[in-house]
T-cell receptor, first 114, second 115 residues
Framework: AQSVSQHNHHVILSEAASLELGCNYS??????LFWYVQYPGQHLQLLLK??????LVKGIKGFEAEFIKSKFSFNLRKPSVQWSDTAEYFC????????????FGGGTRLMVKP | EPEVTQTPSHQVTQMGQEVILRCVPI?????FYWYRQILGQKVEFLVS????????KSEIFDDQFSVERPDGSNFTLKIRSTKLEDSAMYFC?????????????FGPGTRLLVL
């Protein structure tokens, strides 16, 4: 069965620092990739997604992610974080042509210090 | 912007009791989902529902669970006889259609506590 790993469980950064959150998946077939964010007290919201084409995907709020097929990775980046980016970030994978089920990583809790 | 809504936000129940968790998906969406997250664990897929029937389910979704779209707006998850290990946050989601480039939109969740 496929799995998704987010190696950083907790990340603490100061404002204006750069962010990179790791996401790796274990599946050799074609995948669709997602990053969701959950701000405190709110629901999961889509940050960005990759289906095909340019492996560098730009999302909302200045986030981007790069799909590296050879590394089975889809890392999330932001050049300069803000206090309002404090949230939990979830990577998710959907196997193409195999239903709609999303498999989630364990989440990374980001705290940005003002 | 349309949102998925869920009620109640919190539910406390006794072991062995039945619970029904309610969701109102986004109105023009056709696919509906339930996921759960046990405290400290990953978000896990339970079931997807399309055209009034289950289209996929996970191993977690056993005979204790059922889903229903009782009317044109609600989508419910029923747990027949709750167990302690059913305590979790339950998320409903919906998408306009299947696969392709469709995004699943999540509700705020119902936190279920089984005592």
């Amino acid at each position: 069965a496929q799995s998704v790993s987010q190696h950083n469980h907790h990340v603490i950064l100061s404002e204006a620092a750069s962010l990179e959150l790791g996401c790796n998946y274990s599946y050799g077939g074609t995948v669709n990739l997602f990053w969701y964010v959950q701000y405190p007290g709110q629901h999961l919201q889509l940050l960005l997604k990759y289906f095909s084409g340019d492996p560098l995907v730009k999302g909302i709020k200045g986030f981007e992610a790069e799909f590296i097929k050879s590394k089975f990775s889809f890392n999330l980046r932001k050049p300069s974080v803000q206090w309002s980016d404090t949230a939990e970030y979830f990577c998710a994978v959907r196997l193409n042509n195999a239903g709609n089920m999303l498999t989630f990583g364990g989440g990374t809790r980001l705290m940005v210090k003002p | 912007e349309p949102e998925v809504t869920q009620t109640p936000s919190h539910q406390v129940t006794q072991m062995g009791q039945e619970v029904i968790l309610r969701c109102v998906p986004i109105s023009n969406h056709l696919y509906f989902y339930w996921y759960r997250q046990i405290l400290g664990q990953k978000v896990e897929f339970l079931v997807s529902f399309y055209n009034n029937e289950i289209s996929e389910k996970s191993e977690i979704f056993d005979d204790q669970f059922s889903v229903e779209r009782p009317d044109g707006s609600n989508f419910t998850l029923k747990i027949r006889s709750t167990k302690l290990e059913d305590s979790a946050m339950y998320f409903c989601a919906s998408s306009p259609s299947s696969g392709g480039q469709e995004t699943q939109y999540f509700g705020p969740g119902t936190r279920l506590l089984v005592l």
